[in-house]
């Protein structure tokens, strides 16, 4: 059966010479680390966990989250990564929404789950106590039973494997339903990715709830990779980690790496050990790719979407004249350049939507009929993002039709950081829209035309954004007379981004 849970069942390594993860002091080879995910998948069974149900994972980085997705896909549960950036404002809408039958997190979240769960009925697990990595004994007993293959219901290929939030307002969420045949193709047909992942260190710094970080530990599990997982991205701490665990590859968002080099060049720890590093999720400068060619590091990247996973990739071999690209396709997935209000498939060179065709799409957004037919249409994925693919067949993203703001790799959305800010008395209307930054791609600014009764300041809005929402979403504010629209009342957030840029 090509399912995610197949691989899981008869395809995990198992060795007992090579190391799967280690979180601080803790290492489990293949061997030990499979035998812990049938155990733990023993136990959900145990615990009434069905194929279907929803796992929700509240944690940093660690072994235990990693053998808590593992156990829950091979009995056919539903994964829901959960960002532990999430306020409990948000938090809320997005559990209400998919409705955990379980959830796993890490002990500094008791307090928000406090706040959050009660009105939901779900069985709550201490993962980790929040010293040093250091498991709960609640957690611990789980491990206690019989560590046989689980007999579970079998999966089919369309089934839901993850469940990913590619929205967040508390009113309708968006859940992206990421199948276990897409991943099983993604993980089988990736054979490039897959042989430079074979046996490598990787350093898992990369939040576990973002589809890279998934991704990553997808494809380099089955590759038999050692995963240092590590809940922080100091980047002091990471050049020890890199220096002393020998790490050999890193995933992580491009500012990463500009305060990775940033702290080598003052530090100047060893760096001999890295044979690539991968990075995407936001515009990747060609100058840092190049400075860290200067110091005999490749600096790979990629593009892709939750919805879509991995689209194309840009390797140093392809020459640094399309570093600034995104790269070309990826094995099995089909691009082209479409006119946004017409479909027309456009002449090369052209600019217009990035649509793709591809194995690994997932099947919708969950209860969001509407959602769903505005980005999939006739097999092919409209990914909003304008550009135009050269020549050569390397794309180049040049900006984006829908209005989500990549903040360094975030996705923040407007209309969310808009409901927040409508709830303040004193507004009349507001909009927010995503300007270029230097260092994260682009920031949130938010205009507000206030009712002229209030005495309301920047600092009064920022205050209550905080109180509501994470701190990638909080916007700059700019108080304005009124909004451009057009003659339909629609506000024209081009119009706002022009003038946020020449402001």
């Not at 799967?20 to 002091?25: D, I, T």
């Not at 789950?113 to 709960?136: H, N």
């Not at 591809?358 to 990914?383: H, I, M, R, S």
């Amino acid at each position: 059966m090509e399912t995610l849970q197949h691989l899981i069942l008869h395809d995990m390594p198992d060795s007992e010479e090579i190391e799967a993860v280690k979180s601080g002091a803790h290492t489990l080879t293949y061997k030990s680390y499979r035998k812990r995910i049938n155990q733990l998948a023993n136990a959900l069974l145990q615990k009434g966990i069905q194929k279907g149900d929803r796992i929700a994972l509240l944690c940093k980085n660690g072994h235990p989250a990693s053998t808590v997705m593992f156990a829950a896909l091979e009995i056919g549960a539903v994964v829901v990564p959960v960002s532990w950036q999430l306020k409990p404002y948000e938090m809320t809408g997005i559990l209400k929404a998919s409705e955990p039958k379980a959830m796993f997190y890490g002990a500094e979240f008791k307090e928000t789950l406090d706040e959050v769960l009660p009105e939901l009925s779900t069985l709550r697990i201490t993962m980790e106590t929040g010293t040093a990595y250091e498991t709960s004994a609640e957690f611990e007993a789980l491990f206690a039973g019989p560590d046989h293959l689980p007999e579970t219901e079998m999966v089919s290929p369309d089934d839901t494997a993850l469940l990913m939030f590619t929205s967040g307002t508390t009113g309708n969420p968006k859940r992206c339903m990421i199948t276990h045949g897409g991943i099983y193709r993604y993980v089988t047909r990736s054979n490039s990715s897959t042989t430079r992942m074979k046996s490598l260190r990787f350093l898992a710094c990369h939040p576990i709830y973002h589809t890279s970080a998934l991704i990553c530990i997808m494809l380099g599990t089955f590759a038999g990779t050692t995963f240092v997982f590590t809940k922080d991205q100091d980047p002091v701490h990471m050049l020890k980690v890199i220096e002393e665990e020998k790490i050999q590859t890193v995933m992580a968002l491009p500012v990463f790496y500009t305060y990775l080099l940033e702290a080598w060049e003052t530090h100047q720890t060893d760096l001999s050990s890295l044979v690539i590093l991968m990075t995407g999720g936001t515009k990747v400068p060609s100058s840092l790719i190049r400075r860290y060619l200067d110091i005999g590091i490749p600096l790979a990247h990629g593009y892709g979407s939750t919805e879509a996973w991995g689209i194309s990739t840009w390797m140093p071999d392809m020459g640094m004249d399309k570093a600034a690209s995104a790269g070309k396709p990826v094995a099995g997935v089909k691009v082209k350049v479409v006119d946004p209000q017409t479909g027309e498939e456009l002449p090369q060179g052209e600019i217009g939507e990035i649509v793709v065709h591809t194995p690994f799409l997932f099947k919708g957004y969950e209860d969001n009929p509407e959602a769903t037919a505005k980005v999939l249409q006739n097999g092919w994925f409209k990914t909003g993002d304008s550009g135009y693919v050269d020549e050569d067949g390397f794309i180049f993203i040049t900006g984006r039709y829908k209005d989500v703001i990549i903040y360094g790799g975030d996705n923040v959305y407007p209309d969310q950081v808009e409901e927040v800010i409508q709830q303040i008395p004193g507004i009349l209307e507001t909009a927010v829209v995503g300007i270029p930054d230097p260092l994260y791609g682009e920031k949130p600014r938010a205009f507000i035309v206030k009712n002229g009764a209030q005495r309301l300041t920047e600092e009064d809005v920022i205050a209550f954004c905080q109180e509501r929402l994470s701190a990638y979403k909080i916007p700059e504010v700019e108080f304005v007379n009124e909004l451009p629209k057009n003659n339909l009342g629609k506000v024209k957030k081009d119009v706002l981004r022009k003038q946020a840029v020449h402001s």
